[in-house]
């Protein structure tokens, strides 16, 4: 989008106006929590007078979208929960600034599952966000069988989580690109699902500052994009260290041992993990990540089979960790300094509007985690949990030290086990289940802190997205997005024509 502004085949307000069209077009999908028009229309008019005066920033005229657990000036940032539904923050996230001072114009705020505890953004009080593929608000040349559209019944295909708002956004082109937050896989899984790039840069090279927090060890905010010339786009603005938060390091982030005018793959080492051959993986995954890795071997990598043995326990790890974090996070909601304060004649002590407070705003699956959480840090608990997590998490790290030792430069995994699925296959387990089951391929990249991508690679049989992850060391960034950028030339993925009366 960027290439098209700066060449001047099409201007500022005609990029605007066909991705403000595209917002009113998608409502019933339910991907803005909040559309930002009074705010754009401001950014959009300093834009078209920059270019008009020959003074363009980065992202001049860009339009964005931001998941609502990134705090906007003056804009609410609800985290989709009722205990946030007034707030307004007085600051913006770090990311948002920099995307703002650079001349991105923002379209609105994105849905998501509540403060991000969720894989489909079916947990939103704003109502579940619908993936636009399988929908009718797609051109009959993307259209599935209608015994499975959501168009014919009251069923959808669920978007993916926690950032499934964001991808939504980006997949039908009512903005270029979109921010969302990775604790587990909640950038690339919907990102997986809706066919567009899902980056989650390296732990360190991106400020979380304003940026609610789920679990701090992990949380990464990430980049959704229909390209990765966008996405590295974004990723230059945004990236660096920020004083405000002291996880950013000021460190290299090209190692690449790629050329990016080069039209051939160089050869570098491409790793296939066994342990991601894991149980629920759908033949059509399996049969397209065979596929990508031949392509990958004939066009110059070296793709050899590789071992990551404590990535089945990593999912049982992460199933402690993430309450933990999430535990002493949540503390701060307690109604009586900000957020949602119930009412009554028997709250009579701080104790019962505490408990008041909490019960009433936060629903249940954030209010179990917070339990268990507690549970697992409970003095009788701590070694046995929690230090027993923390240890087991330093052993799936050094699994990845080691294999990046042997040469190995990329990984190739599968990003989800299958192609979306509808709302009622998806809701026939619970939360905790789901998470369990959607996470198992992304969240050792967390754990280990190192980037991944989920590109899009080919359709299903139901004629949705397939896509497969991408991985590569901590603060190697950049060669992660030469190959994807190279292997995204190749595989040319039919992204969805979205209906505009």
Known sequence: MLHQL????????????????????????????????????????????????????????????????????????????????????????????????????????????????????TESIFGPTKNIWGSNLISKANDIDNKVSGSQSDDFFIAGGSSGGSAVA???????????????????????????????????????????????????????????????????????????????????????????????????????????????????????????????????????????????????CYSVLNPCEVASNMARYDGLRYGYRATGKDLNSTESLYAANRSHALNQIVRGRILAGNYFLLKENYDKYFVQALKLRRLIYDDYVKMWSTGVDILLTPVTLSDAPLFSEFTEKDSRAQSADQDYCTQPANMAGIPALSLPVRLSKRNLPLSLQLMAPHFDDETLLDVAHLLEKELNFPHPTVKVA
Not at 98 to 110: H, P, Q, W, Y
């Open 170 to 316: 980006v997949a039908a082109g009512s903005c270029s690109v979109a921010l969302g937050s990775d604790t587990g896989g909640s950038v690339r899984n919907p990102a997986s699902y809706c066919g567009v790039v899902g980056f989650k840069p390296s732990y360190g090279s991106i400020s979380r500052y304003g940026l609610i927090p789920l679990v701090n060890s992990m949380d990464v905010p990430g980049i959704l994009a229909r390209t990765i010339g966008d996405c590295r786009s974004v990723f230059e603005v945004i990236k660096g260290c920020d004083p405000k938060d002291s996880t950013t390091l000021q460190r290299t982030l090209n190692k690449s041992k790629t050329k990016r005018s080069s039209s051939k793959f160089d050869k570098l080492c491409v790793g296939i993990p066994k342990e991601f051959y894991c149980p629920g993986l759908s033949s059509e995954v399996i049969d397209a990540w065979k596929d990508v890795a031949d392509l990958l071997e004939n066009s110059g990598f070296r793709v050899i089979q590789v071992s990551l043995p404590h990535t089945s326990y990593s999912i049982a």
């Open 6 to 121: 700066k060449n001047g085949s099409c201007t500022v307000q005609e990029l605007y106006a066909q991705c403000a069209n595209r917002v009113q077009v998608i409502k019933s999908l339910n991907a803005y929590i909040r559309v930002t028009d009074e705010v754009s229309q401001v950014q959009l008019q300093e834009s078209t007078t920059r270019y008009l005066k020959g003074t363009t920033r980065l992202m001049e005229g860009i339009p964005i979208a931001i998941k609502d657990n990134f705090c906007t000036k003056n804009i609410t940032t609800t985290c989709a929960s009722k205990m946030l539904e007034n707030f307004v923050p007085t600051y913006n996230a770090t990311v948002v600034e920099r995307l703002l001072d650079s001349g991105a114009i923002l379209m609105g705020k994105t849905n998501l599952d509540e403060f991000g505890m969720g894989s489909g953004t």
